[in-house]
């Protein structure tokens, strides 16, 4: 999304000569983009681990107030930002997609997670820990250091799994469950709509009858179901964070017809989008302005 009107995108630009998908540091050595008090998405994965301060995060028109220790987990294409925030502190952490290649299971165990977590003062200290370590790594970059990076996180994410109120995903090894685990990380991406079940089970290589087969037994839902989900969540964004007009919304979700979209928005959340922006009121700000590159 490119118009003035659409929410920033924001994407990992990170310094040469090596180009490491990968970020760390305090939001104060990461920079004012880490505390961004308007609406935005990244392509990236963010985790952030707050120690300190006050307000709230708003992930998805979900607010969670700060009482810290916090760890918070936002997936490519979510919408964000921080509400009314003083003194915030804590460690901020950014890697592409591609940095999980080297424990792919750690993409099921990103889903697993639930979005914000309370901490103790023990856990706080562990995850603490495994932060410094991460970027005492990035900082030498010894030989070796992104396999090392890549196992720190992979550690990390397995003890936050380990969380009262969440799990380490089980089995997912078969290719059904790996197809239907890829369809879903495809629907969390930016950029998507507009295509159907057939476009998507073409660019995965399967058949649209396989790929219903194996999302419906994996899930419990079908494609068409989890498109038409994620379709409605992407129209609330737009609606709640931006200043398009219900037909550009319609237009960027692959809605020729306006009205449709309104009917498809008021099946879908049981309003109708101009009462689901009434309803936000003051609540969710809208912020124009473009895509940009952030550098870390």
């Not at 820990?129 to 196992?151: I, K």
Request: hydrophobic letters at 40%; glycine letters at 10%; proline letters at 7%.
């Amino acid at each position: 999304m490119t118009s003035s009107s659409a929410v920033p995108l924001h994407r990992l630009c990170v310094p040469e000569p090596e180009r490491v998908p990968f970020a760390i540091g305090t939001f104060d050595s990461i920079g004012p983009l880490s505390r961004a008090d308007h609406p935005h998405r990244h392509v990236f994965h963010e985790i952030v681990l707050v120690t300190s301060g006050s307000g709230s995060h708003v992930l998805d028109f979900a607010g969670y107030p700060l009482d810290p220790p916090h760890l918070g987990f936002i997936t490519p294409g979510q919408v964000h930002y921080w509400h009314d925030v003083t003194d915030l502190d804590g460690w901020v952490l950014l890697f592409t997609e591609d940095f999980l290649v080297g424990h792919p299971r750690d993409r099921d165990a990103w889903q697993a997670l639930r979005p914000w977590l309370g901490l103790t003062s023990e856990q706080c200290l562990l995850f603490s820990g495994l932060m410094q370590q991460m970027q005492d790594e990035l900082d030498r970059r010894e030989a070796g250091f992104l396999t090392v990076l890549q196992a720190l996180l992979h550690i990390f994410l397995v003890r936050a799994c380990r969380l009262p109120g969440d799990g380490l995903p089980s089995g997912g090894g078969d290719r059904a469950t790996l197809v239907a685990q890829g369809f879903t990380r495809l629907l969390a991406q930016p950029g998507w709509s507009g295509r159907g079940v057939p476009e998507f089970a073409a660019e995965m290589g399967v058949s649209a009858s396989y790929l219903t087969e194996v999302v419906r037994a994996v899930t419990g839902r079908t494609p068409g179901k989890l498109i038409r989900q994620a379709q409605a969540l992407e129209a609330r964004r737009l609606l709640g964070s931006t200043s398009l007009t219900v037909g550009q919304v319609a237009r960027q979700l692959g809605f020729a017809d306006p009205a449709y979209f309104c009917r498809f928005f008021r099946r879908e959340t049981g309003r109708s989008p101009g009462d689901f922006r009434r309803e936000l009121g003051g609540k969710h700000h809208v912020y124009p302005g473009e895509s940009i590159d952030v550098r870390y």
